[in-house]
């Protein structure tokens, strides 16, 4: 396995409310897609996070367990471009670049308290992660992006593979910027044109790991041709000479971006992995920077469990091979890459657009094979595959000035909608519940923000505002109160109209696409004869029925499915569920633990100088005790903060090094110094925001990285 090194750490631990999970055997989460294609709230304007945040307790109130974010880092246009265009991955909302200091995401700042405030609700963050592509290369109107060598740069993208960074020790000229500045910048990951394709080790644009779809297309090697590294070109030095060219070993692309998945993980606190476009770059940097993900993060480590799902467009034998090829990547054994569900999404469609006449035995067989990982040392079952009706690229409404929908832009999806409006979504969702995996929810089906208005002027808090779709989160309610995953996935009884799936000893999923007739049937089951069952969807009202023994000495149930017109009590269409009585007032509250562990590294390629930036980062200056700005944090009052700092080197360093908790005005609250590590908590009297800076203690030494 390519391993991973470890460096010291500055930690800052935000110490709120939350309850913690203990020990289990299953492992599942209900992922809340966070967004949609084009992302945006008036009174949260380039302030995504910030939404989140607010909205993070209605989440927690429904049993929302993990929230997809998109992904994060600076695109080519720093807030129009919604996440899949990047640009600089370690730029998070605080560097002065491509037109703005933030993303359409928000600050730095707003990102990390974001996620600090999900972790105090139980809610997991999982970060959308783009390792395809970069984009936008030169300066904000392209300046010094070109490599003009013709043999491979220029083949593809026009040439603009020059890719050159901001950071605290090469800002952006206040007085404007150039493309002699750009070159000379040194942001960490710089990237030249052999870093793509085509490049001498892998001369082709053709096929789905080499094709310039989306941006300048990654070469890591082990994708069918060389790996691809190598310095700018004679032609662009002509250009600029005083270009910033280091130089780049065998493996860079791939080191480099597990490097980066590594800091992102530590920096952030982010706890899973949405990978963009897999089916289109190597599986074995896909493993590698998984494997580091999980095991080689040192504190951040996230382990066996770790959500950690790629979007393979394809059918389930593709999906099953994509799986089992990454997972023997590298001599792998780890079944550690889950898929969303494209096959059982397909048949869901099939259902959908079938108007009733779709074969509903036919669907559980669409299911991809490989969906739940065992590890037998700790008997977990983590459930890996993401089962899903709708997403940002399968949903592209064509929408009014208010955000009202009025057509759809077809063209646009990677696969056809499903319009929340459908009479059959619940039996959609109902099915995503039922089966194997963690259910992705999609934001525009959960939440009504293509009927109402006020799609871009609603507030988060607001349930008026910003309505639910009630069978949603019923279906969400029956999934963690009634404990699906809990147990086994069985297949009783699959008619045309009528399908019933089991999670053993659990529930009874009923599922029934027919319009306007109900379904009734009765099915083996592994519950006991005498339990008496009740449908927790409401549709059948207070209906008992009776677990009884069968001719032949099993266990059977009757139960009934309500068509999909919303004539059933409570409005429901085309689904059941049915559990032992007694639960209606079980308790659940998403496992996540509250704490959240969040690492700056102070260092001259990360952070940025500029005025316009947020101003963090940079090392320690040579004898001098001028501070550095790390970041800011979000405090609760009443909770303490844990802040640890560590030099560059805890085993050699002689030199006293300082941390502090300021207030916003320069008042220092807290401190403390030390040579091999410095550590304090400080407990806020107030909510609100504190910057964390560190600094020599005395002006008698020389500078260094610090953690």
């Known amino acids: 396995m390519k391993k991973l090194y470890t460096a010291g750490l500055l930690l800052a631990g935000l110490l709120l409310n939350g309850l913690t999970a203990g020990a289990q055997t299953t492992v599942k989460r209900v992922v809340l897609q966070g967004f949609w294609w084009d992302y945006y709230n ?39 471009d919604v996440g899949y265009s990047p640009f600089d991955a370690y730029d998070l909302g605080d560097k002065f670049q491509k037109g703005a200091s933030r993303t359409r995401f928000g600050s730095k700042d707003e990102f990390l308290r974001m996620v600090a405030v999900l972790h105090a609700n139980g809610i997991e963050v999982i970060q959308d992660v783009v390792l395809n592509h970069v984009d936008g290369a030169g300066t904000a109107n392209g300046e010094a992006g070109q490599d003009p060598e ?327 309610w029956c999934h963690q109160h009634l404990g699906f995953k809990d147990g086994a996935y069985k297949v009783p009884y699959a008619a045309p109209d009528h399908l019933v799936l089991e999670r053993s000893t659990k529930a009874l999923i009923g599922i029934n696409d027919n319009y306007n007739s109900w379904q009734n049937a009765t099915v083996r089951t592994d519950f006991a004869v005498g339990t008496q069952l009740v449908d927790y969807s409401g549709a059948n009202g207070t209906a008992v029925q009776t677990v009884f023994q069968g001719n032949d000495g099993k266990a059977y149930v009757t139960i009934n499915t309500p068509p999909c017109d919303g004539t059933a009590p409570l409005g429901r269409r085309g689904y059941s569920v049915w559990a032992p009585a007694g639960q209606g007032n079980s308790a659940y509250s998403p496992p996540r633990p509250a704490a959240t562990t969040q690492e700056w590294e102070m260092a001259d390629d990360l952070g940025d100088l500029n005025c316009q930036s947020l101003g963090q980062g940079g090392r320690l200056p040579d004898f001098s005790t001028n501070r550095r700005l790390a970041g800011k944090i979000y405090v609760q009052a009443g909770q303490p903060v844990t802040y640890v700092l560590y030099p560059e080197s805890t085993a050699t360093n002689t030199n006293s090094i300082t941390i502090g908790l300021y207030d916003l005005r320069g008042n220092r609250l807290s401190a403390a110094s030390g040579t091999a590590a410095a550590s304090g908590t400080y407990t806020p009297a107030t909510t609100g925001w504190l910057a964390l800076k560190v600094q020599n203690t005395s002006a008698t030494y020389a500078g260094q990285r610090c953690y």
Request: hydrophobic share 35%; net charge negative; glycine share 10%.
């Open 150 to 476: 013709t043999v491979y740069s220029i083949q593809s993208n026009s040439g603009y593979k020059t890719f050159r960074y901001s950071s605290f020790g090469t800002p952006l000229p206040e007085a404007g910027d150039n493309g002699a500045a750009y070159s000379q910048r040194q942001g960490r990951w710089p990237k030249n044109y052999p870093n793509f394709h085509p490049q001498l080790g892998h001369n082709t644009t053709s096929g789905d790991f080499a094709a310039p779809y989306f941006g300048p297309d990654f070469c890591y090697g082990n994708d069918g041709g060389g790996d691809g590294y190598g310095s700018v070109s004679p032609d662009y030095l002509a250009l600029f000479p005083n270009a910033y060219n280091p130089a780049q070993p065998q493996g860079y692309s791939q080191t480099q971006a597990r490097s980066w998945a590594v800091w992102m993980k530590k920096q952030t606190g982010v706890d899973g992995f949405r990978w963009d476009a897999v089916k289109h770059f190597s599986y074995n940097a896909q493993q590698d920077i998984s494997f580091n993900l999980k095991y080689n993060a040192d504190w951040a480590s996230a382990g066996e469990t770790m959500f950690n799902v790629g979007e393979f467009v394809g059918g389930k034998g593709d999906l099953d091979t994509y799986v089992s090829t990454v997972q023997g990547q590298n001599s792998g054994q780890d079944f550690l890459m889950g898929t969303f569900d494209f096959g059982l999404r397909g048949a869901i469609y099939d259902m959908i657009s079938g108007s009733g006449g779709y074969d509903l035995s036919q669907l559980p067989a669409e299911q991809q094979a490989q969906r739940v990982a065992h590890y037998s040392a700790s008997d977990t079952y983590v459930h890996r595959t993401a089962p899903f009706v709708n997403n940002h690229d399968t949903f592209r409404p064509q929408l009014n000035a208010s955000g009202k929908y009025t057509g759809w832009n077809t063209g646009d999806e990677l696969a056809a909608h499903i319009e929340p409006s459908d009479v059959r979504l619940s039996a959609a969702y109902a099915i995503a519940f039922a089966v194997d995996g963690n259910p992705h929810i999609y934001f525009e089906d959960l939440f009504d923000i293509g009927g109402t208005g006020k799609r871009f002027t609603h507030l988060p808090t607001s349930t008026i505002d910003l309505p639910v779709r009630d069978d949603l989160v019923n279906l969400l």
């Open 42 to 80: 008036a009174n949260y304007p380039f302030k995504w996070a910030d939404y989140l945040a607010e909205l993070a307790p209605r989440l927690k109130t429904m049993g929302v367990d993990a929230v997809w974010i998109p992904p994060t880092p600076k695109n080519k246009n720093a807030t129009n």
